[in-house]
């Protein structure tokens, strides 16, 4: 049986195992770079840095438990056993993916060296099921998320000059991967109520609050859009494939993915 691949890294730094592998996300962040300008490996999110260490946060507070002091004495087989000891306390398969990539990528496994079980649609849960009670002073967000589709980072950093009122489009400066983007406005009016004719041109828009479920906006913003777009929702009979797949992708673009996302799209957005 071949050796499992494992990219070397550079001497570990001193310190605890997680300030050693806090070491090697930092050493692998690339904040704001685009893809074609990135390094491979490279963590080019906020959000995928922060997922990384709190993985790492709780790999690492295992594997000391276990006698590890250095990161290089981690080996597969102490990942494999992390997971599999993870998979026992019933977490998602979902969970379990992003951990793996996670240690994975910082710890320089494959994701095929650890077999994880497969990811159900029928099993996702998030931002599924009935509407929870939104407060009456977040209504007014909600429905311009639901209009915009911003992730929950590039709601928080717009700013008045980023809103084209004349055109209904929002200009994304920096959103995930450092990538920008144009997005046009599924309902205008959504923009009266926000009263941004009255903010400075640098003035953030938006107080967007931590317990406010993005996921679910997003969903509605893509579900609306795919119906403009092909005449009906996605796994209607009525619209051909290639109407389909072209409006997933447009879909796919306007949430800030890449045209071919339509996999992910379907799975997460419009299931």
């Not at 000391?64 to 019933?90: I, M």
């Not at 990811?119 to 311009?144: C, M, N, Y």
């Not at 200009?171 to 995930?176: F, I």
């Amino acid at each position: 049986m071949p050796k499992p691949h494992r990219r070397t890294h550079k001497p570990e730094a001193r310190g605890s195992l997680f300030h050693q592998y806090a070491a090697r996300v930092d050493a692998a962040t690339a904040l704001g770079q685009k893809k074609r300008d990135a390094a491979p490996d490279a963590i080019r999110s906020i959000e995928t840095r922060k997922t990384y260490l709190n993985a790492g946060h709780r790999f690492c507070a295992w594997a000391k438990a276990q006698g590890c002091k250095a990161l290089g004495d981690v080996d597969l087989q102490t990942v494999q056993t992390y997971l599999a000891a993870r998979q026992t306390q019933g977490l998602s398969a979902y969970t379990l993916h992003t951990e793996r990539a996670a240690l994975g990528k910082v710890l320089g496994y494959s994701s095929a060296d650890i077999p994880l079980p497969a990811r159900a649609t029928a099993k996702i849960t998030r931002s599924r099921g009935p509407e929870p009670t939104i407060a009456p002073q977040h209504q007014d967000l909600v429905e311009f998320l639901q209009a915009s589709g911003l992730r929950r980072n590039e709601a928080r950093c717009l700013e008045r000059r980023d809103i084209d009122i004349a055109a209904g489009t929002i200009q994304v400066r920096r959103g995930k991967g450092g990538r920008s983007r144009t997005v046009t406005l599924l309902d205008t009016a959504v923009l009266d109520a926000l009263k941004v004719d009255a903010l400075r041109p640098t003035q953030k828009v938006l107080v967007v609050p931590h317990e406010l479920d993005i996921h679910r906006q997003r969903r509605v913003f893509a579900q609306t859009l795919f119906r403009q777009l092909a005449g009906g929702a996605w796994g209607d009979t009525a619209i051909d494939k290639p109407t389909a797949t072209r409006a997933a992708g447009a879909v796919a673009v306007a949430l800030g993915h890449s045209a071919h996302r339509i996999h992910t799209v379907k799975r997460h957005y419009l299931s």
